[in-house]
């Protein structure tokens, strides 16, 4: 009898083709393929000529976006943002990618994202007022909108400063709101969105008539210069850098807040931990670097919220050249989808893993777990480049809020998720709070 070679087979998969990405309940399907075929399976593609091949361990994780990561692009995941952010980071490869992030990347270093607390903490003051006299008048709060409106703020504040008020200005509001108000994501929304461009292009003219540059990712990105040839980035990449960050700080942050809300108010023990930490704060002082590293359970929170509930859920790669998964070979030009939702469910490596436990999050049980098996920010060179402001951004509303208000009690809902670019609830999330002192 012939023994055939692992390496001459193909991952098991379904028999019949299908385009993963094209369908209503691509979740539902990659669970029940993953149930059947395990962590490494392979799906023919309708339209493509190369198969679509899943993968659910963080070996194979760690061989795609990190140690050989320069064998992939983004690949279908990102055709369809890409009308939306033209060639800004999210959406770029190659050199042009590495240039434009080496560019950016100062902007998100640790003294910058310090510069941005006081704006998090004055978005958080604003939201625990509204949310107070709403508890005091005993109306639901609309979560997934109030979190949609104070994480555009803030992004919008990071990357303006004094010209938002000045855009708000001689545009009779802030041009920007469309972002927040419509939650669909189609062309119509895409060609509005792309207009906003000309406002970028406005503040940016602006500021060089003036010279004015004052502290923030704006300038930061016009200020930048490319170490070998001494230029900045041209003003198309310029304003495309600025929209992609306008739709990569928000949505995601206020995808993974609304998260945080609904697991507090189905876990009200969890939220008194937190409002016991919250409480020890100094009131009314913006807090710093070593303030925000000595919390316990408003980071572990958060990030026990995004393993359950990861705002980007499914990343996708295409190779460029042949590789190695585990023992199968990987052909050149196959798809490569990573569900994290799945990822960070994979009981091999989660105990409990549908169970809301931040204490998971402690640094003995963090240590002793394979480092690709938690990717909520993606990892290797491509991981999110705006992973510390978003953390100290929803710490700092935690920190804020927690203090401040008690969300009622609520069943853990079957909520149904929307599994759009980002996991969301696939309806508003209203929820009753109690005004605390
Ligand atoms: C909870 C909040 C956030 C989550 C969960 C998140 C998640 C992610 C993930 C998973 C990726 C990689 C996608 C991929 O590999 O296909 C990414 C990339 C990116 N994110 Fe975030 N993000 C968040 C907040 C932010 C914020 C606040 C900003 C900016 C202000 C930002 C800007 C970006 C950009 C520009 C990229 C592309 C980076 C590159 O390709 O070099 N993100 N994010």
Redesign the pocket.
Known sequence: MSVVSPEAQQPPGPGTSCDLEQLDNKLDVLQSHWQQYGDCYRVASRTRSADTWVINHPDQVRRVLVSNHRNYT?GV??ERVRVLLGN???ASEGER?RRQ?RLLQAGFHRPGIATFFPIYVQQATMMAAQWRTAAQQGEPVNVSEAVSETTLLA?LQ?LFSEDLLRLQQEHGGNPFQVVSAETRRDLQFAMKFRALGKRVQEVVDARRRENRYPPDLLSHAMLARDKSSGTAMPDKLLVDEIL??VV??HE??AA?LTWVWYLLAAHPSVYAKVAAEARRLPVDKVPDWPILEKLVWIPRVIRET?RLY???WL??RRALAEDRLAHWRLPAGADVFICSYLLHRHPDFWEQPEAFMPQRFAPQQEAERHRYAYI???AGP??????S??MT??MIHLAVLAARIRPQVVEPLDVELETGVNLRPRDPLYLNFVAVD
């Open positions: 983004k995941g990102i800004g980071l999210m990618w992030r992004v990071a992609t960050l990569a700080g995601t942050t993974a995004l990861p705002p980007g990343y996708t909520p920010f993606s491509r991981h999110c480049i705006g992973e402001f978003a951004e929803m």
